[in-house]
C-alpha cells in the first residue's frame, strides 16, 4: 500500500510540487527569521562571549545589559581582590569614544580598556593588515597603542576618497593598517594590529587599548571602571563566590558570563521591539505553510476520494488508509523542510561576511522540524476526516 500511496501523491504531480512549495516556503521563512534574530540576539552579547577569561563579572547592581555603563570606585577593585575564592580580580574599561576622522567626520567607537600588566580581556583573535602584518597583544604596552577590529578598520574607519563634487568613491576607500593614526577624543593612537571580534549591536568599530590610556581618551569623569573581571580559584563553585562577592561588597552585582549574556538578551527581549517584529514574520510563515499544504493536501484527497473508495470497498481499513496519508504527509514534509532550511543555510552563508546577522544554531533547526510537523499533521488531519466519513459506495457513482 505504501508503493500504491506515493504513485498516488507523485502522480498529480501539479498538487505534489504546490505542498512542497508551501512547506519549503513555510520551513525558509521560519529558518530565515528565527536565524537572523538569533544573531542579533548574539551581537547584544558579543563582548562578554569574546572575553572568555574570565569566569566572573562584577558591576553596579543597577546594569541591566552589557552596554549600560554605570562605573565603580577603583576602591571597590581592592575589596573584590580580597574575597576568599578568587584568583584574580582586574579592571576593565568599555566606553563610547569618537574618533576623528581625516575629512573631519566623527565616528564614535567602542574602546575597551585592558589592565596594564596582564593585558586580560583582550581580542579573541588577531589578523593580517592590508599588508599583511600581523599584530600581537603585547603590542600594546607600546606609547599611545590601539588595537582595531577588522570590519572597522575596513569600513567605517577606513580612510576615504571624494571626487571634485564632494561625494565618497568607494573605489578609493583604503583601510586602516598598522602603523596609521587615529584621533580620540583629542588623543593620538597608533593602529598596532586588527583583530576578528563579534560585531556589536550597533556595528560599532571596536578599538581595544590599556586601562590606564583609555581612562585618558575617555571624558574625565569622577569614576571610569566600567566592570570588574574576576578569575575563581580552581575548584572553588562559580556560583558560590558571585554570592559570596555579592555579600561582601557594597552594592556590586556578580553574574557568571553566562549569566550576563542572558540578562543582556532579556533586556533587549523585554524592552525592544525585536522579538515582536520577528516573532510575527516566523508566524506568518507558519500560518502562509500551513494554509498552502492544508488546502493543497486536501485538494489532492478530494481528487483521489475515488481511489481512496475503491481501496475501502475492496476491505482495506482505515488504519491502513490513515498510514498512506502520513506517509504522503512525511514524504512531503521531509522534503519541504530539507529543501527550505538548505536554502535558508545557503542565504546565511552567502551573506556571511555583511552586515546582516545570522546565526543557525542546531536548536532552531529542530524547532523548524517541529512547526512544520505541525503543519504537517494540520494537513493530514482534514484528509484523514474526510476518510473516515467516506462511504466505499462513491466508487459506484457515475
Same mark, same amino acid.
Given at each position: 500500500?505504501?508503493?500504491?500511496?506515493?504513485?498516488?501523491?507523485?502522480?498529480?504531480?501539479?498538487k505534489?510540487?504546490?505542498?512542497?512549495?508551501?512547506?519549503?516556503?513555510?520551513s525558509?521563512?521560519?529558518?530565515?527569521?528565527?536565524?537572523?534574530? #538569533?544573531?542579533?540576539?548574539?551581537?547584544?552579547?558579543?563582548?562578554?562571549?569574546?572575553?572568555?577569561?574570565?569566569?566572573i563579572?562584577?558591576?553596579?547592581?543597577?546594569?541591566?545589559?552589557?552596554d549600560?555603563?554605570?562605573?565603580?570606585?577603583?576602591?571597590?577593585?581592592?575589596?573584590?581582590?580580597?574575597?576568599?575564592?578568587v584568583?584574580?580580580?582586574?579592571?576593565?574599561?568599555?566606553?563610547?569614544?569618537?574618533?576623528?576622522l581625516?575629512?573631519?567626520?566623527?565616528?564614535?567607537?567602542?574602546v575597551?580598556?585592558?589592565?596594564?600588566?596582564?593585558?586580560?580581556?583582550?581580542?579573541?583573535?588577531?589578523?593580517?593588515?592590508?599588508?599583511?602584518?600581523?599584530g600581537?597583544?603585547?603590542d600594546?604596552?607600546?606609547?599611545?597603542?590601539?588595537?582595531?577590529?577588522?570590519?572597522?578598520?575596513?569600513?567605517?574607519l577606513?580612510?576615504?576618497?571624494?571626487?571634485?563634487?564632494?561625494?565618497?568613491?568607494?573605489?578609493?576607500?583604503?583601510?586602516?593598517?598598522?602603523?596609521?593614526?587615529?584621533?580620540?577624543?583629542?588623543?593620538?593612537?597608533?593602529?598596532?594590529?586588527? #583583530?576578528?571580534?563579534?560585531?556589536?549591536?550597533?556595528?560599532?568599530?571596536?578599538?581595544?587599548?590599556?586601562?590606564?590610556?583609555?581612562t585618558?581618551?575617555a571624558?574625565?569623569?569622577?569614576?571610569?571602571?566600567?566592570?570588574?573581571?574576576?578569575?575563581?580559584?580552581?575548584?572553588?563553585?562559580?556560583?558560590?563566590?558571585?554570592?559570596?562577592?555579592?555579600?561582601?561588597?557594597?552594592?556590586?552585582m556578580a553574574?557568571?558570563?553566562?549569566?550576563?549574556?542572558w540578562?543582556?538578551?532579556?533586556?533587549?527581549?523585554?524592552?525592544?521591539?525585536?522579538?515582536?517584529?520577528?516573532g510575527?514574520?516566523?508566524?506568518?510563515?507558519?500560518?502562509?505553510g500551513?494554509?498552502?499544504?492544508?488546502?493543497?493536501?486536501?485538494?489532492?484527497?478530494?481528487?483521489?476520494?475515488r481511489?481512496?473508495?475503491?481501496?475501502?470497498?475492496?476491505?482495506t481499513?482505515?488504519?491502513?488508509?490513515?498510514?498512506m496519508?502520513?506517509?504522503?504527509?512525511?514524504?512531503?514534509?521531509?522534503?519541504?523542510?530539507?529543501?527550505?532550511?538548505?536554502?535558508?543555510?545557503?542565504?546565511?552563508?552567502s551573506?556571511?561576511?555583511?552586515?546582516?546577522?545570522f546565526?543557525l544554531?542546531?536548536?532552531?533547526?529542530?524547532?523548524?522540524?517541529?512547526?512544520?510537523?505541525?503543519? #504537517?499533521?494540520?494537513?493530514s488531519?482534514?484528509?484523514?476526516?474526510?476518510?473516515?466519513?467516506?462511504?466505499?459506495?462513491?466508487?459506484?457513482?457515475?
Amino acid at each position: 500500500m505504501n508503493f500504491v500511496a506515493l504513485k498516488m501523491l507523485i502522480g498529480d504531480r501539479a498538487k505534489y510540487l504546490g505542498i512542497i512549495m508551501g512547506l519549503t516556503f513555510a520551513s525558509l521563512l521560519i529558518t530565515q527569521q528565527a536565524a537572523i534574530f #538569533c544573531g542579533l540576539m548574539g551581537r547584544t552579547y558579543g563582548f562578554v562571549a569574546d572575553t572568555h577569561q574570565p569566569d566572573i563579572w562584577v558591576m553596579d547592581n543597577k546594569v541591566q545589559f552589557i552596554d549600560d555603563i554605570k562605573p565603580l570606585q577603583d576602591t571597590q577593585l581592592l575589596r573584590v581582590r580580597g574575597i576568599e575564592g578568587v584568583e584574580w580580580a582586574l579592571p576593565l574599561y568599555k566606553g563610547l569614544i569618537k574618533a576623528r576622522l581625516d575629512n573631519g567626520n566623527f565616528q564614535t567607537c567602542n574602546v575597551i580598556g585592558l589592565d596594564d600588566a596582564t593585558l586580560m580581556g583582550g581580542p579573541p583573535k588577531m589578523v593580517p593588515d592590508r599588508t599583511g602584518r600581523v599584530g600581537v597583544l603585547n603590542d600594546l604596552r607600546l606609547a599611545e597603542s590601539v588595537i582595531v577590529d577588522k570590519v572597522g578598520a575596513d569600513d567605517k574607519l577606513a580612510r576615504k576618497f571624494y571626487d571634485e563634487q564632494g561625494k565618497e568613491v568607494p573605489a578609493k576607500k583604503t583601510p586602516l593598517k598598522i602603523g596609521d593614526i587615529l584621533e580620540l577624543n583629542d588623543h593620538r593612537a597608533v593602529v598596532v594590529g586588527l #583583530c576578528e571580534t563579534t560585531r556589536t549591536f550597533q556595528s560599532q568599530p571596536v578599538v581595544y587599548t590599556t586601562y590606564n590610556r583609555a581612562t585618558r581618551f575617555a571624558p574625565q569623569e569622577r569614576k571610569l571602571l566600567s566592570f570588574i573581571i574576576v578569575k575563581a580559584k580552581p575548584g572553588q563553585n562559580i556560583q558560590t563566590l558571585c554570592n559570596r562577592i555579592e555579600e561582601r561588597s557594597n552594592g556590586l552585582m556578580a553574574r557568571t558570563s553566562e549569566q550576563f549574556e542572558w540578562m543582556t538578551v532579556y533586556y533587549f527581549m523585554k524592552y525592544t521591539g525585536i522579538p515582536i517584529n520577528f516573532g510575527i514574520a516566523v508566524a506568518l510563515g507558519f500560518v502562509v505553510g500551513t494554509a498552502i499544504a492544508g488546502q493543497t493536501f486536501y485538494n489532492f484527497t478530494l481528487d483521489n476520494l475515488r481511489h481512496f473508495g475503491a481501496l475501502k470497498a475492496m476491505g482495506t481499513p482505515n488504519s491502513t488508509l490513515f498510514r498512506m496519508v502520513l506517509l504522503q504527509a512525511s514524504l512531503t514534509g521531509v522534503l519541504g523542510y530539507g529543501i527550505g532550511v538548505g536554502a535558508a543555510a545557503l542565504f546565511g552563508w552567502s551573506a556571511g561576511k555583511s552586515e546582516l546577522a545570522f546565526k543557525l544554531p542546531p536548536l532552531l533547526l529542530v524547532g523548524t522540524g517541529v512547526a512544520v510537523t505541525l503543519i #504537517c499533521v494540520f494537513a493530514s488531519m482534514l484528509s484523514l476526516w474526510k476518510l473516515i466519513r467516506l462511504e466505499p459506495a462513491i466508487v459506484f457513482k457515475g
